[in-house]
């Protein structure tokens, strides 16, 4: 069985403040792990993988294996981060969500 | 990147009435489709995983009766609310793996409103 835990339903950032959501994982098998973002009135989309180690919006997610985490950051929050943000994990041909934490920057 | 069409957006039925959602992949093969549905202000529930050609695996405490899942193509998987019932009200979203690009698309989600 596979779990992704984000144990922060709500987040409020100051515009240019760091922010970091969390994430923890429980896998037994080698996970690949995602974050996902949905502005208000869009789809789902992907923001990052951890296998591509990318940088998207600013936004950067490192797997940390010893902690079973995958916490999402960005130095500077910015007004048009505020968005709900889930974390996913990929595993036995399965794509498991987080709850989500809903981000708000205040101006 | 890909692009997943979820048909209808919104839907309003009667009770007992059933109603079919669509999801296609439209630029790419999707061997695999997935289906959520997700509540007000909660995370996405997966209630099955679809494949192409055979019979669809639901999760725990998902009536596959109730929620029928055809796969029939490559680029087509259906979601059939079967004899719906006001409880059934929710938002489903589908999902297709694009095992290339190495990432899942999203539909842009089904508003189920059950009278």
């Known amino acids: 069985a596979q779990r992704v835990t984000q144990p922060e339903k709500l987040l409020s950032v100051f515009k240019g403040a760091p922010v970091e959501l969390k994430c923890n994982y429980s896998?037994?098998?080698?996970?690949?792990l995602f974050w996902y973002v949905q502005y208000s009135r869009q789809r789902l989309q992907l923001l990052l993988r951890h296998i591509s180690r990318e940088s998207i919006k600013g936004f950067t997610a490192d797997l940390n294996k010893g902690e079973t985490s995958f916490h999402l950051k960005k130095p500077f929050a910015q007004e048009e981060d505020s968005a709900m943000y889930y974390c996913a994990n990929f595993g036995n041909e399965k794509l498991t969500f987080g709850t989500g934490t809903r981000l708000t920057i205040i101006p | 990147g890909a692009v997943v069409s979820q048909h209808p957006s919104w839907v309003i039925c009667k009770s007992g009435t059933s109603v079919k959602i669509e999801c296609r992949s439209l630029?790419?093969?999707?061997?695999?489709m997935f289906w959520y549905r997700q509540f007000p202000k909660q995370s996405l529930m997966l209630m099955a995983t679809s494949n192409e050609g055979s019979k669809a695996t639901y999760e725990q405490g998902v009536e596959k009766d109730k929620f029928l899942i055809n796969h029939a193509s490559l680029t087509l998987s259906t979601l059939t609310v079967t004899s719906a019932h006001p409880e059934d009200s929710s938002f489903y979203i589908c999902?297709?793996?694009?095992?290339?690009?190495?990432?899942?698309?999203f539909g842009q989600g089904t508003r189920l409103t059950v009278v």
């Open positions: 999902s297709a793996a694009d095992r290339a690009q190495g990432e899942a698309f």
């Open positions: 630029d790419f093969q999707a061997t695999t």
């Open positions: 896998y037994s098998g080698s996970p690949e």
